[in-house]
């Protein structure tokens, strides 16, 4: 048996599991197994210093896998912007077929990639931007709840009310993030309308993942309670994971303070030395509520196998026994 979906159809992937791009984690090793898996991994571009070194790790990619993935492309307002243009361009001069975008309006990079045959798929926090993405023209939505690692947006909709309601509205390829980890979240996503599941957290915390060994064991101690939303009275909400760091950031706004009090703590490469040395106190990094439904660190193919297995099973197991036909439906069956 093989789910197929809009989403496996049109990205051209074996099953409907993507790996969304993760600042610090999205590199060659991990993405090359979720590939080899059949799922659909993204490379982070803005974890790269520079186009140059994207292009070194897209090819690196390449060395370890001959089937499809793509590039996250994040884009957010920043003082000193990064040189998008350039980044696009390496995406395109390597022959990169799938885009992902996420953090703001798509549109003023569509062009460029539609004109060169990529496909991109965009990740939304909610209805009305997932509407006017597809409004614009993107190949696939990533609708992404409250339940999600990094900025989940400001409307705080979970990922059991936010996919139907985007489903009623979204006509092209549709995958739902934040929150999954399984089977039950496969196959709670397809029922919901999705046409399959995008995982972070999840798949930071497997083999592949060049994150510290020590980080993903705190993912396996950790539960659903153990993340931190901040940046709340700044109106650019994060869900962290929860440690000394991540709390002290949350006091000192929750008392009144400004960005300006807390930018030294949370500090990108402070962030980045969580995940090359192991000291989880040592600066914030993202994971998501899923944290309570991670219990191993498999590897990426024992992982998306067990999820496509599971999920089978229970639509055409436990799910299909649940329907029990009365005798005029069996008479006309």
Known sequence: ????????????????????????????????????????????????????????????????????????????????????????????????????????????????????????????????????????????????????????????????????????????????????GDARGLVAALALGADGINMGTRFMCTVESCIHQNVKEAIVAGDERGTELIFRSLHNTARVASNAVSREVVQILAGGGQFEDVKDLVAGVRGRKVFEDGDIDAGIWTAGTVMGLIHDIPTVADLITRIVDEAEDIIIGRLADMVVLDEEEKASA
């Open 1 to 180: 048996m093989t789910l197929v979906t809009k989403f496996t159809e049109a990205f051209g992937v074996e099953h409907p599991i993507a790996q969304g791009g993760m600042q610090w984690v999205g590199r060659a090793e991990l993405v090359a197994a979720v590939a080899n898996a059949g799922g659909l991994g993204f490379l982070t571009a803005l974890t790269q210093p520079t186009p140059a070194d994207l292009a070194n790790e897209i090819a690196k990619t390449r060395d370890l896998t001959d089937k499809p993935f793509g590039v996250n492309l994040t884009i957010l307002p920043s003082i000193t912007p990064p040189p998008y243009d350039e980044y696009r361009q390496v995406i395109v001069d390597a022959g990169i077929k799938i885009v992902e975008t996420a953090g703001s309006n798509p549109g003023p990079h569509l062009p460029m990639f539609h004109d060169n045959g990529i496909k991109v798929l965009h990740k939304c926090t909610s209805v009305r931007h997932a509407v006017k993405a597809q409004t614009l023209g993107v190949d696939g939505i990533s609708i992404d709840g409250f339940e999600c690692a990094g900025h989940p947006g400001e409307d705080d909709v979970p990922g059991l009310v936010l996919i139907p309601a985007a489903a009623k509205e979204i006509e092209i390829p549709m995958i739902a993030s934040g929150g999954f």
